[in-house]
Nanobody, 130 residues
Framework: VQLVESGGGLVQAGGSLRLSCAAS????????LSWFRQAPGKAREGVSC????????YYADSVKGRFTISRDNVKNTVYLQMNSLQPEDTAVYYC????????????????????????WGQGTQVTVSS
């Protein structure tokens, strides 16, 4: 399974970026795929997930209404459209495959559990200036 993120960059507050995660066909055929982010000095946090089984989605409260996850099965790519970006969105963004199969699952705390993800991309930097 291979995952390659792209699309990061520097943007002003209020701007938009679209991240891409190019995945091997195996990844998209069998696994839900999520976006995580990690800011300097902070733990990695789950941002969004899209299921393979029914394309249901999950968003962290901090990005609801601003970010949209989607997938293109022909291109084997998952996207994260990020609008109304804020400085607190600055982080390295990673995509990852969910270990337990095609449907996004949240933990008891309502978030994604990084320990349930096996394959990760190298990450793409997103920097939002104020």
């Amino acid at each position: 399974v291979q995952l390659v993120e792209s699309g990061g960059g520097l943007v002003q507050a209020g701007g938009s970026l679209r991240l891409s995660c190019a995945a091997s066909e195996l990844a998209l055929d069998y696994y839900a795929l999520s976006w995580f982010r990690q800011a300097p000095g902070k733990a990695r946090e789950g941002v969004s997930c899209i299921s393979h089984s029914d394309s249901s989605t999950y968003y962290a409260d901090s990005v609801k209404g601003r970010f949209t996850i989607s997938r293109d099965n022909v291109k084997n790519t998952v996207y994260l459209q990020m609008n109304s970006l804020q400085p607190e969105d600055t982080a390295v963004y990673y995509c990852a495959t969910y270990r337990w199969g095609p449907k996004c699952t949240v933990g008891a705390d309502g978030g994604l559990n990084i320990y349930e993800y096996d394959y990760w991309g190298q990450g793409t930097q997103v920097t939002v200036s104020s």
